[in-house]
């Protein structure tokens, strides 16, 4: 049992509360830049799944679902928005591999490698879905451990599945590795924080939108509507950022 499933869906809502009051006084005000890459880059789409597909036990509703067509370029620019602060843009920009983060240099190069094949990808799954994991996905996230050296190789996967995959940073990646047991690489990791959502959902009777709606960043964060999407990946980002 980790975080997820131990607490209670009351104290889960008040940690990601806390998490997104402590954004709002975050100078990179990084919600409403996630935000901003969903409505770009993402559909919210009924849930288009047989009733035989897992997320059905949780009365799945809605999917994110990725865009076709758009460029690596676009993507590219939201993940710095997103995930690299704005001091350290320029310097990524140019391909600089010393000083703040030029780590993110060798993930964009990862991701720009394989783009062609990651850019045909057309899946309409999330986490809790059956077959939730593409094999270019699966063989990214299977090449790495979570660690600070593979900060910005998360953050990449998270922009290209905020529904499925869990951004990190220094603190968190080693609360996740305590939580989860130090799992093998990356997908593991996923893979346990998924069993985790499913056990907290069976614990307390929340369907999947009710977990979706333990985060709420519309209230502190004017610019984000009320009915915006709430990615389960961006979810745990937050959960383990609070602590």
Known sequence: MALISYFSSETLSEFLRRSNYWAKHNRNAYPVKIHKAISAL???????????????KYQCKKHLVKKTDIAFDIHYNHFLDCYVDFRAHEAVRQGRVIGRGYRAVEATAEIRDNWAEISAISSKKHLLCSNWCEPIHE???R???????TIYRAKWLSLLCFDTFVAYDNGSVALLKRDFKNPTDYLNLVKRI????MTHLENTGATL??????????????EIPGNSPRPLGNIIDKLYLTL
């Open 42 to 56: 993402y559909e919210w789409i009924d849930c288009p799944c047989d009733n035989d597909c897992e997320c059905k």
């Open 139 to 141: 063989s990214l996230a």
């Open 209 to 222: 939108q009710d977990f979706r709606e333990y985060d709420n960043p519309s209230e502190f964060f004017d």
């Open 194 to 197: 998924r069993q985790d959502i």
């Open 143 to 149: 090449n790495f451990r979570p660690s600070s050296d």
